[in-house]
């Protein structure tokens, strides 16, 4: 049973904070980049001895839990090897939207083929991907979003879902911020930003602005927008808006095509003082473009790192870090 008293914002001991896919969503076959941060008291770390593995085990219905125990092993003949470190390049299983999407899973031993999987609640499905941290002897599940179809459409909206979707790309951290007690701002950069022992300051990070509606012409190629409708933004789809995104949901209850937008979640780190929360964010309803946290720095000076990390709904990551300088 996890500790319920543990502060997971505060940085001590190494561990894996993050991961980020390039893409953030992908189809099977396709190459996929993962990038974790990894951090201790002194900020992210450049060299970590992680393995990586993709499972390709259902979970049985008799077990607990969000995967097959198998995939949480350190060997199993349901684990597919991608690399060790802290960035590595796999490509994804050819039969990942059937054991964790919306078609039919093979049948095994016989028996007849089971369920698809049910979508998250985004629509979408999910690749799991097993992480072993040997410095801790720690195993962590991480996820990677799939590009599969959809499970119960007609035939016609099958086609305007493939025209209309888009996939997944992830967040931009835009800048990071402090507010002092005295009511003056400062982006936090590269270098260490001075503060007084016992100050409380608010922390915040911006990220870009989307679209509420499609325009032609801005670059962006938008659920209600095609080749035929605008060209130059649909020929070919490269840009992403580096915020909250708009994308198209099927809906099983109602069985229809839903148009969505992302909300955004911000996990905080701090390896000194004391933050009031240790996630914040914003709602898909919600358009701002900022989150920010309360931070009371310690009484002893000396240094401290923050690192923040921003997901989208779809399971996009960003993250960025900062130093305070904590002085008497």
């Keep these: 049973m996890p500790d319920v008293d543990v502060d997971e914002s505060i940085l001590a001991a190494p561990r894996l904070l993050a991961v980020r896919a390039e893409p953030a969503e992908a189809a099977p076959g396709d190459t996929v980049r993962f990038v974790g941060l990894y951090a201790d008291a002194s900020g992210a770390i450049d060299e970590a001895p992680l393995d990586w593995a993709f499972c390709v085990a259902r979970k049985p219905l008799a077990e607990l839990g969000p995967v097959a125990q198998a995939c949480l092993e350190l060997e199993n003949d349901v684990l597919v090897p991608i690399g060790t470190g802290l960035d590595v390049s796999g490509a994804i299983p050819r039969d990942a939207c059937g054991l964790f ?137 490269t840009g992403s808006c580096g915020g909250a995104e708009r994308y198209l949901r099927f809906d099983l209850a109602t069985r229809t095509l839903v148009p969505e937008r992302e909300s955004i979640r911000v996990a905080w780190y701090v390896s000194g003082g004391t933050l009031e929360s240790e996630r914040t964010g914003v709602a898909d309803d919600d358009t701002t473009t900022s989150s920010e946290n309360v931070l009371a720095l310690p009484h002893a000076p000396g240094e401290l790192a923050l690192v923040v990390v921003l997901r989208d709904a779809r399971g996009g990551a960003a993250w960025s870090q900062a130093r305070l300088r904590v002085e008497p």
Excluded: K
């Excluded at 025209?163 to 990071?176: E, K, M, T």
């Design 101 to 237: 999407g919306p078609e039919p899973p093979p049948s095994e031993g016989g028996e007849p083929a089971g369920r698809p999987v049910d979508p998250d609640v985004t629509g979408g499905y999910a690749q799991p991907l097993r992480v072993f941290d040997a410095t801790e002897g720690s195993t962590s599940l991480v996820e990677t979003r799939l590009a599969c179809g959809l499970f119960g459409a007609t035939q016609q909206q099958s086609v305007e879902y493939t025209q209309r979707y888009r996939r997944n790309v992830a967040p931009a951290i835009q800048a990071l911020e402090i507010t002092r007690a005295d009511g003056t701002t400062e982006t936090l950069g590269d270098a260490p930003i001075a503060v007084r022992a016992s100050e409380v300051v608010t922390v915040r990070v911006r990220w870009p602005d989307c679209p509420l509606e499609d325009a032609c012409g801005d670059g962006l190629c938008g659920i209600d927008e095609t080749r035929t409708l605008c060209a130059d933004d649909c020929t070919t789809i």
